[in-house]
C-alpha cells in the first residue's frame, strides 16, 4: 500500500517566490497534518484537516503561509512570498481518524531551501 | 502543562549492547497517548508504537521494547542486541483523545558504532 505521497522531495527557490507543496495522504484516511522540522524548533505543527476540513492553523508562522485541502486525496501547503528562515523540511501526515488516540503516518518530507 | 521531556540528546554504543531511551510526560488528563516515532537518516518519520494510558502492560516486538509507568510518568524505549540500522534519531510524543495535535519531545540521537 502506498504511504503518504509528498511532492516535490526537494525545492531550491529565490526569495520572494511562491512555493506550493503537495501532499496525498493514505487512502481512507481522514485526518491531514502539515509539519515543519528544524535544527532550531525541532518539529512544529502548522496546520491540521479532519474530513477535508481546516481545525487548528494556530501553527501556521504568518499570512505567508496557507493550506488547502479540496478533496480527501490531496492537499497543498503554499508559501507567498517565500524567504530564507522557511527553509526547512516539510511533513504531511495522515490518520485514519480524527481523534488523539490515532498515530499518525508520515510522508518522505520536502526539503525546501530558499536562497 | 503537557509536555514531552527526553533528557538524553545523544547516546551512543557499540553494536550489541542493549541501550535504552527516556521518556518523561506531564499531563493532568486521565485519557491520553504516548507514541515512538524513528527517523532514520534518511529523514522519514516512521511511527513504531502507541499505547493508551490505561494500557500499562508492557510490549515487545522483537528487539524492541516498551516500558509504561504512569507512576513515574515515563515510557522509555529499549533496543535489545542494537544493530547499525538502529542509528537513528528517536522521538516520543503525547496526544489526547479530545485533540489530534500530537506534542513531540525534541528527540534522542542514537549512533550504533560498529
Known amino acids: 500500500d502506498a504511504g503518504v505521497i509528498q511532492s516535490p522531495r526537494h525545492e531550491v527557490t529565490e526569495m520572494g517566490q511562491e512555493v506550493t507543496l503537495r501532499c496525498k495522504p493514505i487512502?481512507?484516511?481522514?485526518?491531514l497534518f502539515w509539519y515543519r522540522q528544524t535544527m532550531m524548533r525541532g518539529l512544529e505543527l502548522l496546520i491540521y484537516f479532519n474530513n477535508n476540513v481546516p481545525i487548528d492553523d494556530s501553527g501556521m508562522p504568518e499570512d505567508r503561509f496557507s493550506a488547502k485541502m479540496p478533496n480527501a486525496s490531496f492537499s497543498t501547503l503554499k508559501i507567498q512570498p517565500s524567504e530564507p528562515r522557511d527553509s526547512a523540511v516539510y511533513f504531511c501526515?495522515?490518520?485514519?481518524?480524527?481523534?488523539?488516540?490515532?498515530?499518525?503516518?508520515f510522508g518522505p518530507g520536502t526539503r525546501l531551501t530558499v536562497t | 502543562a503537557q509536555k514531552v521531556t527526553q533528557a538524553q540528546t545523544e547516546i551512543s554504543v557499540v553494536e550489541k549492547e542493549d541501550v535504552t531511551l527516556d521518556c518523561v510526560y506531564e499531563?493532568?488528563?486521565?485519557?491520553?497517548?504516548l507514541f515512538w516515532y524513528k527517523q532514520p537518516p534518511s529523514g522519514e518519520l516512521v511511527f513504531l508504537i502507541r499505547?493508551?494510558?490505561?494500557?500499562?502492560q508492557n510490549e515487545i516486538s522483537g528487539r524492541y521494547s516498551w516500558n509504561f509507568q504512569k507512576s513515574t510518568s515515563s515510557f522509555n524505549f529499549t533496543i535489545t542486541a542494537s544493530q547499525v540500522v538502529d542509528s537513528a534519531v528517536y522521538f516520543c510524543a503525547l496526544s489526547f483523545y479530545n485533540t489530534d495535535k500530537l506534542i513531540f519531545g525534541t528527540g534522542t540521537r542514537l549512533q550504533v558504532f560498529p
Open positions: 499531563t493532568r488528563d486521565t485519557t491520553y497517548y
Open positions: 501526515a495522515s490518520s485514519l481518524k480524527p481523534g488523539g488516540g490515532y498515530e499518525q503516518y
Open positions: 499505547r493508551n494510558s490505561f494500557d500499562e
Open positions: 487512502s481512507g484516511h481522514n485526518s
